[in-house]
């Protein structure tokens, strides 16, 4: 996959689990209506300087963005911010295990 391919699904990961469409997002980056529509069908590529404006509106670094671990999805990325500010001996021996329990139970 070349990194315009990984940018453009890793994009609209973004914009179809957020609660904004791609014509809303263009008008609130201040971007032609159509930008992300051309985008989609590979007319349009995305310079870094609107790729780090995307982040920025999501909340999410370019290091996220470009981590094939890290989930665009809203509740998913909560989950990780929320981690990220729990001290790591509480994070192993309370939160993982608690979260693996009910992974089981959603079995």
């Not at 469409?21 to 870094?48: C, I, M, W």
Request: net charge negative; proline share 3%; charged share 30%.
């Amino acid at each position: 996959m070349t990194s315009e391919n990984f940018i453009r699904i890793r994009l609209f990961e973004l914009i179809d689990n957020s609660n904004i469409s791609a014509t809303k997002l263009s008008e609130e980056l201040h971007l032609n209506k159509g930008y992300f529509a051309d985008v989609r069908r590979e007319k349009q590529s995305v310079p870094y300087d609107i790729l780090s404006q995307v982040c920025t509106y999501y909340g999410i670094t370019l290091s996220d963005f470009f981590d094939r671990d890290y989930s665009l999805k809203d509740t998913h990325r909560e989950v990780n911010l929320l981690c990220q500010r729990i001290p790591e001996d509480q994070l192993k021996n309370v939160i993982i295990p608690i979260l693996k329990r009910f992974a089981e139970t959603e079995k």
